[in-house]
């Protein structure tokens, strides 16, 4: 029976996640477990930090947006093992800790390195925000990918996209976690695949996609003609990969070219000189008396051409060479001539080089564009193509072997010889775990003296050898056995020698082996290239030839013993992922008693007891060290650890929701403001329905799993409520209405019919909407809460109290995702279709709006017909009281300051004091009547607005300049009541109750009045919020109450 993941829904568990969890680790049962995994199609496993991938050589589908949602943030144990948990691990862990991390993919060739390199850039580049310029460097580091492949990845027997040199990228972020740099470093180009491969491999991808994908014009300029026509290309006999658009990648090359920033005529420049080396390889040459000479003189044009030469000097240099000699103590330079093979390898020499070059200036192309002026955090992404054993062994894989054994000896730093040595020093009784130290084969390659190494030993023997290089491979064997010969790692052969390297022995054969060490470039090459009418192609070849002499040549194997001890070096100041134990991890499972959080008084020693047996650690499971506890099992270890992760879940989710809430708060004042605008002069008002505080999520969808389970994971919920749904014959029914950036849920309830959970009652998604297939809503233009979503097939009649900020939230989600403005009518007849379901389905439905008493609406179904009756709301025309709160809240605050300071004789102007209001009217708070979703406080997240900002910011004080209350205060009243009143307006003066402005009011909104102080009004409504309605000069609108006196 299958398992399930305890605590991700659905998630079946295939063999054991974690293979320290298996009672016994043998090689058989790690095996057996991947099997077990691998057929029901789980690639990722972790052997404690470690986590191991297999190739399904299949689109998997778990790489999706939704997993991307899923591991981010995601503790461990949350979720199955999967490259994004590592990523977001070692991004979180860069975040908080900020260190730098690293990862270190390694592989045999075709194991996945490449593709799992980028699933992490991907999603790194996926969870991590960033505005247009972050935004352009995540676009540099993505396109970086197709680029380099095309110039470094060929098909081989082993992967049709075979990495055929190493990349350490570098990608670097801002203390806000935004990726703004990068750096790629690049190691060991296999260049000598620019002029042959073994059967059914081929060049690297950027020869066959030029040559399938350019256009008429380049084919022309560049002389491109069948693969099979170019001596570089034709060896193999392979030309075509299965899977590959060789033609379409070309344009995707180019556009990488592009974005990165790579100028036009350079871009054209770069495919001359990748054309010029094929053309460049078909020059042959011939024997003739123990000399070379070009066999046909007509193909020396067009290379010379692409690549900006005269072609008499490149016939020349290629069959001949300048020499030093010297002559009695006198030296000087002749000319040597080259014979056949001397004359070939010239050609490849200088076809490799140029190859080599390109790539160095790509790679560097990519760094400048991304380069950044300092470095804050980054993570490190290792991807070199692994340990190689073939028949036949060459330096190539000399050097790519010495490279992972430096990768091997990291790994045993890290972690086995890290902790081993650590027992000791703590004194902890332990058997001690075989493991071999590969620190010894390491010596053996790369150690200048005592002994010399085989690096040292090759670099003397190329240093003295001759420049033809004859028998100097058959030297270097005697001397590797004199000097390394009796090295228990290391024998010799008749052809070569073997290491006992740490994955196993391999034979090397010396043949090649100088040569290639020494890695020259002839000066005449060099002085050759540096005579091209191209910038660019000399710009590759920056050599100063008259200093540059002195001293040894840089060899490929001291180069290749530099870049590895860099990389080292560079992956030693990362946080690798490990798991190690030690005090600063004790510390840090502190939180998880309220003893010990947050600091244990007391010994130390007895606080580490305390945590242990808080989660009833078994005594036999741990040893008290010195300075610190050891524990046996991993399984007890991850206790702590899951303990902890636990913890600091639930306060990453405490401190999360605060955050939220704060934020949310913010945005939803301005929602606020937003949504009257929606229906601003188009439907009246109900009067909580603008000035309440919005919410989002009605339904506590955090403490709600069994509606949440039918969303994402980590799905934002924009907005959620029950609301009231009808059906055909007009009988609603409540629904859940969610509203999230993907869509609209509408959840409903019904009975289990079957199977064990028969009778109980489910939550289950009646309908899910995405905005793509919303046309529009409409609602009438009463106060009702009724809306209509109209979906392409059919449409849905709810009812919420909250349909303003619904329908705020779903225009703005609308907006986002169609790139539409969601379309919202009113009108007080309105049409919906109904579902078709059965025989009796489909057709349309009526609802009519019509004025009655009462502010709730009352309903009549009748056959199609829906009528709805409900009183006159707010004018249309209202929008948010927020404001005006503003201004009543702020009067009353002057009012309590100076009733406050009134003893102290304050000498500030005071706040207004009706005494009236007061008798009448206490302040809205006062009254127990709400102010409409109660008002903002002072003090609030943002503060009220001033009443009259305008004045404010003039410096106009004025409005506060009020009467003081007292005696003073009654004699400007009675000196008000004696004014005479204002001259009557010409207009009729409708019969009924007047009042008389106290004091000047600018409206601040367009359904407000203004007047100035004394001025007489029409008193309209008087309306316990504080706001009443009245006329003056012929205008109609709300004023604050208490800036009048009722006359
Ligand atoms: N996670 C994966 N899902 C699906 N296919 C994969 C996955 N990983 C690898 N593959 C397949 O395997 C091929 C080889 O993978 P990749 O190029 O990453 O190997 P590599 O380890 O980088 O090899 P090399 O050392 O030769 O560069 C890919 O082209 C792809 O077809
Ligand atoms: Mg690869």
Sequence with gaps: MAKYHWQSQNVKQSGVDDMVLLSKITEDAIVDNLKKRYMDDYIFTYIGPVLISVNPFKQMPYFTDREIELYQGAAQYENPPHIYALTDNMYRNMMIDGENQCVIISGESGAGKTVAAKYIMGYISKVSGGGSKVQHVKEIILQSNPLLEAFGNAKTVRNNNSSRFGKYFEIQFSRGGEPDGGKISNFLLEKSRVVSQNENERNFHIYYQLI???????????????????????????????????????????????????????????????????????????????????????????????????????????????????????????????????????????????????????????????????????????????????????????????????????????????????????GIKWTPIEYFNNKIVCDLIENKLNPPGIMSVLDDVCATMHAKGEGADGTLLQKLQAAVGTHEHFNSWNSGFVIHHYAGKVSYDINGFCERNRDVLFPDLIELMQSSEFNFIRSLFPENLNTDKKGRPTTASSKIKKQANDLVNTLMKCTPHYIQCSPSRLDSYAILTAETWPCWRGPEQQGVLHLLRSVNMDNDQYQMGRTKVFV?????????????????????????????????????????????DILYNSKERRKNSINRNFVGDYLGLEQRPELRQFLAKRERVDFADSVNKFDRRFKSIKRDLILTPKGIYLIGREKVKKGPEKGQIKEVLKRKMEFGGISSVSLSTRQDDFFILHEA??????????????????????????????????????????????????????????????????????????????????????????????????????????SAHQNGGAKFPRGPHNPQADITYSSPQKQGRPLQGGP???????????????????????????????????????????????APKPQPRPQGPRCRALYQYVGQDTDEISFEANDVLDLVKEDPSGWWTGRIGGKEGLFPGNYVEKI
């Design 212 to 426: 399938e994908g350019a256009s008429a014009q380049q084919r022309e300029a560049l002389g491109i003609m069948t693969p099979d026509y170019y001596y570089y290309l034709n060896q193999s006999g392979t030309y075509k990969v299965d899977g590959t658009n060789d033609s379409k990648d070309f344009q995707e090359t180019m556009e990488a070219m592009q974005v990165i920033g790579i100028p036009g005529d350079i871009q054209t420049q770069v495919l001359q000189i990748v054309a010029g080396i094929l053309h460049l390889g078909n020059i042959s040459f011939i024997e003739a008396g123990n000399y070379g000479q070009v066999e046909s003189t007509d193909l020396l044009a067009f290379p010379a051409y692409l690549l900006g030469i005269d072609p008499n000097r490149l016939q020349d240099k290629l069959t001949s060479r300048k020499m030093d000699s010297k002559w009695g103590g006198k030296s000087e330079s002749i000319n040597v001539t080259l014979n056949q093979e001397q004359a070939n390898y010239t050609r490849d020499a200088l076809a490799k080089a140029l190859y080599a070059r390109l790539f160095d200036y790509l790679v560097e192309s990519i760094n400048k564009a991304i380069q950044k002026p300092y470095e804050e955090f980054s993570i490190g992404v290792l991807d070199i193509y692994g340990f190689e054993i073939f028949q036949r062994n060459g330096f190539e894989q000399f050097c790519i072997n010495f490279v992972n054994e430096k990768l091997q000896q990291i790994f045993i730093e890290l972690t086995l010889k890290a902790e081993q040595e650590e027992y000791v020093q703590e």
């Design 632 to 676: 046996k099992n991993p399984e007890s270890l991850f206790l702590l650890e899951e303990m902890r992760e636990r913890k600091f879940d639930t306060f990453a989710r405490i401190i999360q929701k605060a955050w939220r809430k704060f934020i949310a708060r913010k945005k939803y004042e301005q929602m606020r403001e937003e949504a009257s």
């Design 793 to 898: 097939q059919y449409d849905s009649l709810l009812e919420s109290n909250f349909k303003t900020e619904f329908l705020s939230l779903l225009s703005k989600r609308y907006e986002e995702v169609t790139k539409r403005k969601l379309t919202i009518s009113f009108g007080d007849r309105l049409e919906f279709r109904v579902k078709k379901e059965g025989w009796g389905g489909g057709g349309t439905r009526i609802v009519v709006f019509q004025k009655g008493p009462g502010d709730v609406a009352q309903l009549k179904p009748g056959g199609k017909t829906l009528s709805v009756t409900i009183g006159d709301g707010l004018p249309k025309s209202s929008s948010s009281l927020y404001r005006r709160t503003a201004a009543l809240l702020l009067k009353h605050t002057l009012r309590s300051l100076s």
């Design 936 to 982: 903002p406080k002072l003090g609030s997240q943002r503060g009220p607005r001033p009443p009259a900002p305008n004045q404010y910011n003039q410096g106009n004080l004025d409005f506060l300049n009020v009467p003081d209350q007292g005696m003073s205060g009654k004699q400007r009243k009675m000196s008000i009541h004696q004014r005479p009143p204002p």
